[in-house]
């Protein structure tokens, strides 16, 4: 089945600065990469997504870079405030089942 | 995100008891999930069901029962609560064939 393997397990930046985090994945068919967002408490909302026929896809401050040949897929947030402050988790999707294979998130904290 | 709820919110049971989990949504979504999420594994799926009375394992089933008679509606149930089942639990919903997935607002769970 997928794996899907993400970097940083935790980020500290400070405000104004870029966050990379990176994700890997290792079946070539998945075909459908998502990023959540989890603040405290709450539910993890979907922030941006990118499919396989896509390379670069950007909302406003945040953008995602996919890999294929390399199969690894990154979220970009660029001029970070303190309400980015959260976990982040990637996501890859084969179509099997429907089903999301998660990486294990990236604690980001954005410090003033 | 409205259109997906659980209930309870919270919940405190004790070791041997039976619990169930339940999970609404009012898209019409083909597919539910159920999650659990614990410090340092990110989101496991337990269960998921691709249309009614049609459900599947997914990583960690163990100790978990689930049903769904309706396409609305797939609770879940713990037959015997273990210490080990203390966790926040994410059901989840999407359409067949796009990967995007909308999550309820959890539920935490104590077992004592």
């Known amino acids: 089945g997928e794996n899907v393997e993400q970097h940083p397990s935790t980020l500290s930046v400070q405000e104004g600065d870029s966050a990379v985090i990176k994700c890997t994945y290792s079946d070539s068919a998945s075909n459908y990469f998502p990023w959540y967002k989890q603040e405290l408490g709450k539910r993890p909302q979907l922030i941006i997504d990118?499919?396989?026929?896509?390379g670069e896809k950007k909302d406003q401050r945040i953008a995602v870079t996919l890999n294929k040949t390399a199969k690894h897929f990154s979220l970009h947030i660029t001029e970070t405030q303190p309400e980015d402050s959260a976990v982040y988790f990637c996501a890859a999707f084969t179509g099997g089942g429907n089903k999301l294979t998660f990486g294990t998130g990236t604690q980001l904290k954005v410090e003033l | 995100d409205a259109g997906i709820t659980q209930s309870p919110r919270y919940k405190i049971t004790e070791t041997g008891r039976q619990v169930t989990l339940m999970c609404h949504q009012t898209w019409s979504h083909s597919y539910m999930f159920w999650y659990r999420q614990d410090l340092g594994h990110g989101l496991r799926l337990i269960y998921y069901?691709?249309?009614?009375?049609?459900?599947d394992k997914g990583e960690v089933p163990d100790g978990y029962v689930v049903s769904r008679s309706k396409t609305e509606n797939f609770p879940l149930t713990l037959e015997s609560a273990t210490r080990s089942q203390t966790s926040v639990y994410f059901c989840?919903?999407?359409?067949?064939?796009?990967?995007?997935?909308?999550f309820g607002p959890g539920t935490r769970l104590t077992v004592l």
């Open positions: 990118i499919r396989s026929n896509v």
């Open positions: 069901s691709a249309a009614a009375d049609i459900t």
């Open positions: 989840a919903s999407s359409e067949l064939d796009r990967g995007e997935q909308f």
